[in-house]
T-cell receptor, first 113, second 112 residues
Framework: SQTIHQWPATLVQPVGSPLSLECTVE??????LYWYRQAAGRGLQLLFY??????ISSEVPQNLSASRPQDRQFILSSKKLLLSDSGFYLC????????????FGPGTRLTVL | GQQLNQSPQSMFIQEGEDVSMNCTSS?????WLWYKQDPGEGPVLLIA?????ELTSNGRLTAQFGITRKDSFLNISASIPSDVGIYFC????????????FGGGTRLMVKP
């Protein structure tokens, strides 16, 4: 069966510091991968998606970047965090072709102070 | 772009009551999905619908894919305290990247 992991679970970082969040998927090959951000009590905002290694599409202009160095690894990064980057970051995966169904990871709670 | 209107935004009900929530759109979708999110956790898929008119159950949960392909509803029967959480609908249109359009969520609170 497929599983999705996110690391770390929680993170507190000062403004201006760098960021690296990791997402890994097991039990599937060539998945589509997604990064979402969720503000407190709000809906899901799609930040990036990837259909393959090295292929990244950005949905909104922002202070963040994403990379996919391996088939089942998706990384969210920033060189300098802003206060507005605080939120709950969710990684998700779907099959490469056909179904739209996405499966979410446990999330990372990021607080920028 | 595509938008999903999810209602109600929040519900406060008594344990044992039935719950109904829905999502509507001006766009057609090929897939309707319903997720539940507990506090501090990622959304968990409850029901996936792939065919217009489809009615699917998962325990006390029942969801339907509207015949016009522009709406879906989720019913929860005989609610219990652990039903508390945020419920999201999502529509898929088989676009590049299989991106989903999400509703704004329905926050369900259950009074024991």
């Amino acid at each position: 069966s497929q599983t999705i992991h996110q690391w770390p679970a929680t993170l507190v970082q000062p403004v201006g510091s760098p960021l690296s969040l990791e997402c890994t998927v097991e039990g599937t090959s060539n998945p589509n991968l997604y990064w979402y951000r969720q503000a407190a009590g709000r809906g899901l905002q799609l930040l990036f998606y990837s259909v393959g290694i090295g292929q990244i599409s950005s949905e909104v202009p922002q202070n963040l970047s994403a990379s996919r160095p391996q088939d089942r690894q998706f990384i969210l990064s920033s060189k300098k965090l802003l206060l507005s980057d605080s939120g709950f970051y969710l990684c998700a995966w779907s099959e490469g072709l056909g179904t739209d169904t996405q499966y979410f990871g446990p999330g990372t709670r990021l607080t920028v102070l | 772009g595509q938008q999903l209107n999810q209602s109600p935004q929040s519900m406060f009900i008594q344990e044992g009551e039935d719950v109904s929530m829905n999502c509507t759109s001006s766009s057609i979708f090929n897939t309707w999905l319903w997720y539940k999110q507990d506090p501090g956790e990622g959304p968990v898929l409850l029901i996936a619908l792939y065919k217009a008119g489809e009615l699917t159950s998962n325990g006390r949960l029942t969801a339907q894919f509207g015949i016009t392909r522009k709406d879906s509803f989720l019913n929860i029967s005989a609610s219990i305290p652990s039903d508390v959480g945020i419920y999201f609908c999502a529509g898929g249109s088989n676009n590049a990247g299989n991106m989903l359009t999400f509703g704004g969520g329905t926050r369900l609170m259950v009074k024991p």
